[in-house]
């Protein structure tokens, strides 16, 4: 194993508390979950996402873990953008045809109650579909079933042969 991240390892871990030894297993966890095709981003393994799609609707859940909070103790609202996104840009991308993906273009947010409890759930709904362009809602409630926040998105449909990296 590369030395430097052994020594950033040792350094992290040598004096840490058990709370952050426990966010730095469900890092790992997280990114083991892509690395084994688990979650197909980075972003959803560390986040732990579980996915529920179908034509209609996609359903996104995450669990509340110290990792996802503000300073404050809650749910960080750039989190919650954050699921929002994932779980209309799921949906978008999958009521295209192969050849074609969805890139976000606007996201409007109202964040309605703080995020607490033991994880949070998005549901995607598709409003429109035309040929350049889609427009999505969703709705995020935590596990009490209490909403804390409602959204709309817009999303350009792009030819992936265009996008390089």
Not at 54 to 63: G, R, S
């Amino acid at each position: 194993m590369d030395k430097e991240l052994m020594e950033l390892f040792n350094k992290c871990t040598n004096q840490a508390t058990d709370e952050e030894i426990e966010a730095l297993k469900s890092l790992l966890h997280g990114f083991h979950k892509k690395q084994s095709g688990q979650n197909s981003s980075y972003i959803g393994g560390l986040l732990h996402m579980e996915r529920d799609i179908n034509e209609d609707e996609c359903v996104l859940t995450i669990p509340l873990t110290s990792l996802v909070d503000n300073p404050l103790g809650i749910l960080h609202g750039g989190i919650t953008a954050t699921i929002i996104d994932s779980a209309m840009g799921t949906l978008a991308a999958s009521l295209l045809p192969e050849g074609f993906g969805a890139v976000t273009t606007q996201l409007n947010v109202h964040y309605l109650s703080v995020g607490k409890g033991d994880y949070v759930t998005c549901r995607a709904n598709i409003d429109h579909k035309g040929t350049k362009s889609m427009v999505l809602s969703a709705d995020v409630h935590r596990s009490d079933g209490k909403k804390i926040a409602q959204a709309t998105g817009s999303f350009f449909i792009i030819e992936k042969k265009g996008v390089s990296k």
